[in-house]
């Protein structure tokens, strides 16, 4: 696999970076995921304004534009043939060649992207649900922020999968925040889609806005409002989104069966919406 690094294209193998690097030594990066399909990639300047809101909120300057940031995308899929995937970004504060939490202002940053080849369309987990246990939400107060500060979801999504289940959905002063890598979403009995509001509580996925713009369109009505996990399990129906799942259903919590077990109508008319308008797109 060819990876970009610093204005490298370089098999992975070859790509260094400083032990000293602030990323790995403080997590003092960010990093975004942008969703491939039909080798094209999906909603980039969505990802994109987004990576410039997590580098200014962490005073990072990116050093490079947006246009050659969608080229650096383009030239990765193409060396890689990705054809159903993701690109992972990820740009740290760079490297100080020691370790000081107060960073100097001249370090030259880290910008790092490689491609994950992964079914999008057809993945399993969309056909048939996926099952989730709810946990308690111990990351820091600055969600918003896509930094690559992922323990907590790491120990979630392990914790998850030593109960059996397939994933998380993270609690805190008894309302669901958001999934341990994604947005969380129940749907009422009279089809009303109900989601947490955005604010520093929450990642603002850039598949939930699209999801909004679509329930919208398609006179779905949408709630943004926080929920707890006993109305989940009273719900007709629960999903998640992200980059790299789009929509998949969520068919049961802590055990317990979400309607009738099976993934609901409201969840797969927008997941598959969703992919038709990104198939349709010429432009990520
Ligand atoms: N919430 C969290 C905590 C995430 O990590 C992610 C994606 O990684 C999302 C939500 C969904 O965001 P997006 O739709 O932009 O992928």
Redesign the pocket.
Known sequence: RIVYLNGRYLEEHRAQVSVFDRGFLFADAVY??T?VLNSKLI?FA??FA?LQRSCTELGLTLPVSEQQLRDIHQELLIRNQLHEGGIYLQLTRGSAGDRDFCAPADLSPTLLLFTQARPLKDAPQASAGIHVVSLPDI?WHR?DI?TVQ?LA?CLAKELAHARGADDAW?VEDGFVT??????AYIVTADGTVVTRPLSND?????????LMQLAADGGIKVEERAFTIAEALAAKEAF??????VVWPVVSIDGQTIGDGKPGPVSLRLRQRYLQLAEQSTQG
Do not use: C, F, M, Y
């Open positions: 975004e995921v969703a909603d969505g990802h987004r990351r969600r896509k992922l979801p993270l958001e999934g341990s890598s994604s947005n929450i990642l603002h996925g850039i598949t939930r806005q699209a998640i989104s992200s980059a790299t799942t």
